[in-house]
């Protein structure tokens, strides 16, 4: 017998086996490089799944209570950062008073959740007023779908409470060619529906677009409680000169329809500095104190005072009887001061029929600082790419 031959084959068969072994280690080691290349190709996909699920198109801020009555607040302006005021006006009713807030936008449908104020033809999430306690509009010129409006009819022919702050005396503006079902809100209708002449405006709030009493961006306002307005629930907490804002006074007939009362009336005030177009409030200060004679058009601004704050019952066709507030101050600027914001917070109690705090806590929840007001071209909506979510 050959031993060397057999020593050979012996030796080829360990090292066959080892081979064998080896393989086996490799095949496992790939096998579980495998498996873990799948599950990170998998988490990705998941990933990237969550990052282009659809945004936020509107904020909410909960209440203190599972049954917290609920406030439903539009913006949709171009010109006077209603989408920045809104959220900050919730945040204050949400946290110190413990109402549930919904705050909605407008936004183009191609880019949801992303603000663009001068969108005119989409506010997503209308559909909460069917549910909601209270409306606080902040819109301008708006020509909403039929499906959006109807939330917001639906919601006044039960004769629910509203505030409409600054733009919202013409809050929206269908041409006359329109088709909608709606269009009778517009600003200036004057349609076969007679009692909607003046439209959203003039039948619910009091008044619809007319004029820039004070001079636009150089004559600030003043607000001073009316004389037979003392003891009125809205004005707890505010005395006379409290309430000042960039804002100029807005203009409106007098007097105003039906059961109107004005609340806080209007003083121009002329600046005391220079015009600064990079100052938020133009280099007015609330502590100038030269009271207007004129405005920019020659007319006398002080001899009457326009109202900037009122209330007045209002009822739609076939709807019922609701109560509404209306303050043409309360810009995103305007609401830097202390007394602007008492102003919205007891207006919104008032509507509501709830008890007015003495002296409401206004104080501002978390940073705010509101851009200046004016009107932007569509590239800065696009540009700016102000995200829902950022404002909450």
Known sequence: MDYNLLKKEWEYNCLYHEIK????????IILCIGLMACKEKKD??????????????????EGHEENSKHIVLISGDEEYRSEEALPQLAKILSKHYGFKCTVLFAQDPSLPGIVNSNYGKNIPGLVSLDSADMMVIFTRFRALPDEQMQHIDNYLKRGKPVMGIRTATHAFNFKKESTSYYKHYSNNYDGEKSEWKGGFGR???GEKWI???GHHKH?????????DAESHPITNGIKSGDIWGSTDVYG???????????????Q????SGEYDENDVFFGMKDTDSKIAKENNE???????????????????????????VTSTIGAATDLMNEGVRRLLINSVFWAMESSVPDKANVDLVGSYNPSVYGFKADEYWLKKNLNIETLK
């Open 298 to 324: 020659g007319l006398k601004v002080n001899d009457i005072l326009m109202p900037i704050t009122w209330t007045k019952t209002y009822q739609l066709p076939e709807g019922q009887t609701g109560r509404s």
């Open 21 to 28: 072994k080896s393989m086996k280690k490799i095949a496992y």
């Open 44 to 61: 990705a996909i998941t990933n990237e799944v969550k990052t282009t699920k659809t945004p936020e198109q509107w904020l909410t801020f």
């Open 203 to 205: 039948l619910v709030l």
């Open 252 to 266: 409106v007939r007098l007097p105003l329809p039906d059961d109107s009362q004005p609340i806080i009336l209007g």
């Open 211 to 213: 004029s820039h009493h």
């Open 268 to 271: 121009v005030i002329n600046r």
């Open 219 to 227: 004559q600030s306002t003043r607000g001073m409680v009316a004389e």
